[in-house]
């Protein structure tokens, strides 16, 4: 059986729940934007796809190695738009990508190739989808969100990485935890 999973770091609740005080302040009379439901919020290190059981637990089984990496600290570096058919789709927040971060990363592409799963096509770029953009929006829109650059000193705490089943519902993904350091 084949299960449609990705390996990401967890965030914590207090974080979570400063989120959603953001969210419920700046999505009011913003009609293009659709809020990333504050309980689906994550950071991807790796997307596998559709992977065998048998793939799941060789990467259970060499995860634990990923401990010694934790805790980790990650450093707000603005907000970026992910495009679609060349429309911008997704507005995320960006976090640099120096130190732990790009090492986590690399030893799972090392993990997830033991298990026979191809290194990923694209750089490494540690993000928090924010909004998904729900309409065509014209690209004036998007400047002062993307401007805006808060003066951030202190960066996000990250204690776990977990790997999580993503099953693709009408109302939205719905994800469980497979595994947890």
Same mark, same amino acid.
């Given at each position: 059986?084949? *299960?449609?999973s990705?390996?990401?770091? $967890?965030?914590? &609740? /207090?974080?979570?729940?400063?989120? &959603?005080v953001?969210?419920?302040?700046?999505?009011?009379?913003?009609?293009?934007?659709? @809020?990333?439901?504050?309980?689906?919020?994550?950071?991807?290190?790796?997307?596998?796809? +559709?992977?065998? /059981?048998s793939?799941? $637990?060789?990467?259970?089984?060499?995860?634990?190695?990923?401990?010694?990496?934790?805790?980790?600290?990650? #450093?707000? +570096?603005?907000f %970026?738009?992910?495009?679609? #058919? %060349?429309?911008?789709?997704?507005?995320?927040?960006?976090?640099?990508? +120096?130190?732990? @971060?790009?090492? *986590?990363?690399?030893?799972?592409?090392?993990?997830?190739?033991?298990?026979?799963?191809? +290194?990923?096509?694209?750089?490494?770029?540690?993000?928090l989808?924010?909004?998904?953009?729900?309409t065509?929006?014209? $690209?004036?829109?998007?400047?002062?969100?993307?401007?805006?650059?808060?003066?951030?000193?202190?960066?996000?705490?990250?204690?776990?990485?977990?790997?999580? &089943?993503?099953?693709?519902?009408?109302? %939205? @993904?719905?994800?469980?935890?497979?595994?947890?350091?």
């Amino acid at each position: 059986m084949k *299960i449609r999973s990705f390996i990401c770091f $967890e965030l914590e &609740k /207090e974080f979570l729940e400063n989120l &959603k005080v953001i969210y419920d302040n700046l999505s009011i009379g913003i009609p293009y934007f659709k @809020p990333e439901p504050v309980n689906r919020q994550h950071i991807t290190l790796k997307f596998l796809g +559709d992977v065998d /059981e048998s793939q799941i $637990e060789v990467i259970k089984n060499e995860m634990l190695e990923l401990k010694n990496y934790l805790p980790v600290i990650i #450093n707000f +570096d603005g907000f %970026g738009v992910f495009y679609r #058919n %060349g429309k911008p789709g997704i507005l995320y927040a960006k976090f640099k990508n +120096d130190g732990k @971060p790009g090492l *986590i990363h690399s030893h799972i592409e090392k993990i997830t190739r033991n298990a026979g799963i191809p +290194d990923d096509s694209r750089a490494f770029e540690p993000h928090l989808t924010l909004w998904r953009i729900k309409t065509s929006l014209p $690209e004036n829109r998007l400047k002062p969100f993307l401007d805006f650059n808060p003066e951030v000193t202190t960066g996000i705490k990250l204690n776990n990485i977990s790997l999580m &089943k993503s099953e693709l519902k009408p109302a %939205g @993904p719905v994800y469980t935890k497979l595994y947890t350091i």
